[in-house]
């Protein structure tokens, strides 16, 4: 903790834990830029497998978790772990231009590439250890794929963000790193290469799914469907659920305008020319979590039954605007105000969305904690949401707001700006340097979800890594040299 004065003003710091308030003050420029290089020197030499993450760690680095347990030779891909930190390295070196980061950015990127799957994208995790890694078809230990597990997987933006930061890498370094560049080209190949003819992608790709031709297909309703769950596969299914087909759209649009190439443009417009398709007729048009070849919203886990979404559906709005800006076709406007009407009449008492809307009927669907489809919502599993926070008002805004725009105006990217000081940053950054360690570790009170048997209160958190990584390098690039 830095110390302006005597005893009695230190103390008075120690209390309050925000500098801020007590001085008014902010802190110096230099000690954010100690601050900075002290965390990264920890999360790299300490948290780190071979430039590899994962969510979570015990405070004294010996439990380590992603979605399930790993350990000490394992990294995990789904954000806040291995790319989401790249992402904020490489983040944090164009706003600061300090080479440490940079360099943690190459580092993180090298154990992406030894995670790469034969089949061009990544699995949930990476494995270091020799005896683990030979159960998996990694690129760079060998093209045969034999019995090794080759699975590519969309799900919870991993293959994607995996792709966005090493292509926003790629761009930095001029495309002057060969294996980098290389890796990256691969793996937007796979992308292409598993989007299936009506424009949509399956959960999981492994290079043997069956292309299926449903191009005239619309979105529509069953005539009955199971009430119970029937232990389906989904993974081939056409997939919304967390924001699956939206992240691979929003990476392919990213792609076209790093690499000028105009085959991830037309990818992109095949998505979404799918999310119209996969608009559902009155009296819902929203969109489902997933839906089978017929095209008719599916099951996929035991909780998520066929349904109208009203969490999905909205990051289908938000990407259709996004289409539509890139390409000026009203049909994207169209389906938009059409969803919109509905949903904003779907909305709880509360103001919230339901996440499961019964099909034709509207009526919200909950599960109880055995999984059986109800009306009442006073029996619900912990582990899953039910409602979702309604982004209606700001959808409907950016519709607005784009419905005055000249058609066919041209779409241009919009050029980050610089950081600005403020108050608010000063604090923030304040905050961050005050609750580092000695060590140079983040320490903060919370559990370990994958390790309930053993009395942990105090971890280490990649996401909160990478929130006062930020804020660190924001308050150095709002600073003058």
Same mark, same amino acid.
């Not at 683990?132 to 080759?150: F, H, L, P, T």
């Given at each position: ?159 994607? #963000?995996?792709?966005? &930061?090493?292509?926003?890498? !790629?761009?930095? =370094?001029?495309?002057?790193? +060969?294996? /980098?560049? %290389? $890796? ?48 389906? #596969?989904?993974?081939? &299914?056409?997939?919304?659920? !967390?924001?699956? =087909?939206?992240?691979?759209? +929003?990476? /392919?649009? %990213? $792609? ?65 605007? +996004? ?159």
């Amino acid at each position: 903790m830095r110390c302006y004065s005597g005893s009695f003003v230190c103390l008075a710091m120690i209390a309050t834990g925000n500098i801020l308030q007590v001085f008014g003050a902010e802190p110096t420029r230099a000690e954010a830029v100690d601050a900075l290089h002290r965390a990264v020197h920890f999360f790299r030499s300490s948290a780190s497998i071979e430039g590899g993450y994962v969510f979570r760690w015990s405070s004294d680095l010996q439990l380590r978790e992603g979605e399930t347990r790993v350990g000490e030779s394992t990294a995990w891909i789904e954000p806040p772990a291995t790319p989401a930190v790249g992402q904020a390295y490489l983040d944090s070196y164009v706003l600061t231009q300090d080479e440490l980061l940079l360099d943690a950015a190459e580092e993180t990127a090298k154990a992406l590439l030894r995670g790469q799957m034969v089949s061009g994208g990544w699995t949930e995790q990476i494995e270091f250890a020799d005896v683990e890694r030979k159960k998996y078809a990694y690129r760079v230990d060998s093209a045969e794929i034999g019995k090794r597990k080759n699975v590519t997987t969309f799900d919870d933006d991993k293959t994607q #963000s995996c792709i966005r &930061f090493l292509m926003k890498l !790629d761009l930095q =370094l001029s495309q002057k790193d +060969q294996p /980098l560049h %290389e $890796a990256t080209i691969y793996a937007l190949a796979a992308v292409l290469d598993s989007q299936y003819a009506n424009g949509a992608w399956p959960q999981k790709y492994d290079q043997r799914q069956q292309v299926v031709n449903t191009l005239e297909l619309q979105a529509s309703y069953p005539k009955v469907w199971a009430r119970v769950f029937p232990s389906v #596969s989904y993974s081939e &299914f056409y997939t919304l659920n !967390d924001s699956t =087909l939206i992240d691979l759209i +929003q990476t /392919l649009l %990213e $792609a076209a305008d790093i690499y000028r190439d105009q085959r991830y443009l037309d990818a992109a417009k095949r998505g979404g020319e799918f999310l119209l398709r996969a608009q559902m007729p009155q009296p819902q048009p929203g969109w489902a979590q997933q839906y089978d070849s017929q095209m008719h919203p599916a099951w996929a886990r035991k909780f998520e039954p066929p349904a109208i979404s009203g969490g999905e559906s909205q990051g289908v709005m938000r990407m259709l605007l +996004q289409l539509y800006q890139r390409t000026g076709d009203d049909r994207y406007l169209q389906s938009v105000r059409t969803a919109l009407a509905y949903y904003q009449r779907s909305r709880l008492p509360n103001g919230r969305l339901a996440r499961f809307y019964e099909l034709q009927t509207n009526r919200p669907l909950y599960l109880t904690k055995t999984y059986q489809l109800t009306y009442e919502d006073n029996d619900l599993p912990t582990h899953y949401a039910f409602t979702v926070s309604s982004s209606l008002g700001a959808i409907e805004k950016e519709l607005q707001k784009l419905e005055q725009l000249a058609p066919g105006k041209p779409w241009v990217p919009k050029t980050p700006q610089p950081p600005k000081s403020s108050p608010e940053l000063a604090q923030a950054a304040a905050k961050a340097i005050d609750d580092l360690d000695a060590r140079g570790a983040w320490v903060e009170s919370g559990k370990l979800k994958a390790h309930p048997d053993v009395a942990v209160d105090q971890i280490i958190a990649s996401a909160t890594f990478i929130k006062n990584l930020r804020t660190l390098s924001a308050f150095i690039a709002s600073m003058p040299q």
